[in-house]
T-cell receptor
Framework: DAKTTQPTSMDCAEGRAANLPCNHS???????VYWYRQIHSQGPQYIIH???NNETNEMASLIITEDRKSSTLILPHATLRDTAVYYC??????????????FGQGTTLQVKP | EAGVAQSPRYKIIEKRQSVAFWCNPI?????LYWYQQILGQGPKLLIQ????????DSQLPKDRFSAERLKGVDSTLKIQPAKLEDSAVYLC?????????????FGEGSRLTVL
C-alpha cells in the first residue's frame, strides 16, 4: 500500500473550516484514500473514503486532486469535539486485499475557542 | 448496533508476567484485527483473522505474543512474558467481510502498563 505524508499538527479556530492535507504521490490506480480520526482515549473512527471523485458525507468532505497524488479532508465547521488525530490511509482494492489499514503518524488537529 | 467490545480497559503488570485481552467483534463480522498503539504513534497491525483462520500475523512477535479466535467470534490476545516495551493500547477492530472498501470498526482499546 502507498505511503502517505501528513503535517504533524494543525490548529483551527472553532466554527471555521479545517482543511487537512495528505500527500500520497505513489498511489496506484486501485488504491482508495481513507480518513480516520482518533479522539483521545478512544479507538479510531471512520470518517470518509474515496477513489477518484470528491466525496461528502455528514461528517466531512474529501477532495482528491485529478492526478490523485494528494487529497484534503475538510471539516466545514470545526467544533471543539473535532480535536483529534486524523489519519490519512491509502488502501488497495486489488484482489487479495485483506482490508487491513496501515496507519502513519497522522495529523493532530487542535480546535481552539 | 452494539460496537466492538474489549476488556479489560486497563491492566498494570510487572515485567515477565502474563496478560490476556479479550475482544468481541460486531455480530456477523467475519474479519477481526488486533492493533498495538504505542503512545504518540499510529496503530500497528499485529494480526488479522478471517473467521477462525489467521490471514496475516507477519508483525506479531510470536516469541511472546499469541492470539486465537477459536469459534470465529471472540478473540483473545495474550502476552507472555511481558516486556517494558509492550506498554501500549491494544485495539481490536472488525469488519463484515474484510473486503477492500469496507469500514473497520474499532473498540475503545485495552491499555497495558508494564512496570
Amino acid at each position: 500500500d502507498a505511503k502517505t505524508t501528513q503535517p504533524t499538527s494543525m490548529d483551527c479556530a472553532e466554527g471555521r473550516a479545517a482543511n487537512l492535507p495528505c500527500n500520497h504521490s505513489t498511489i496506484s490506480g486501485n488504491e482508495y484514500v481513507y480518513w480516520y480520526r482518533q479522539i483521545h482515549s478512544q479507538g479510531p473512527q471512520y470518517i470518509i473514503h474515496g477513489l477518484k471523485n470528491n466525496e461528502t458525507n455528514e461528517m466531512a468532505s474529501l477532495i482528491i486532486t485529478e492526478d490523485r497524488k494528494s487529497s484534503t479532508l475538510i471539516l466545514p465547521h470545526a467544533t471543539l469535539r473535532d480535536t483529534a488525530v486524523y489519519y490519512c490511509i491509502v488502501r488497495s482494492s486489488g484482489s487479495g486485499n485483506t482490508g487491513k489499514l496501515i496507519f502513519g503518524q497522522g495529523t493532530t488537529l487542535q480546535v481552539k475557542p | 448496533e452494539a460496537g466492538v467490545a474489549q476488556s479489560p480497559r486497563y491492566k498494570i503488570i510487572e515485567k515477565r508476567q502474563s496478560v490476556a485481552f479479550w475482544c468481541n467483534p460486531i455480530s456477523g463480522h467475519a474479519t477481526l484485527y488486533w492493533y498495538q498503539q504505542i503512545l504518540g504513534q499510529g496503530p500497528k497491525l499485529l494480526i488479522q483473522f478471517q473467521n477462525n483462520g489467521v490471514v496475516d500475523d507477519s508483525q506479531l512477535p510470536k516469541d511472546r505474543f499469541s492470539a486465537e479466535r477459536l469459534k470465529g467470534v471472540d478473540s483473545t490476545l495474550k502476552i507472555q512474558p511481558a516486556k517494558l516495551e509492550d506498554s501500549a493500547v491494544y485495539l481490536c477492530a472488525s469488519i463484515f467481510l474484510g473486503g477492500p472498501t469496507g469500514e473497520l470498526f474499532f473498540g475503545e482499546g485495552s491499555r497495558l502498563t508494564v512496570l
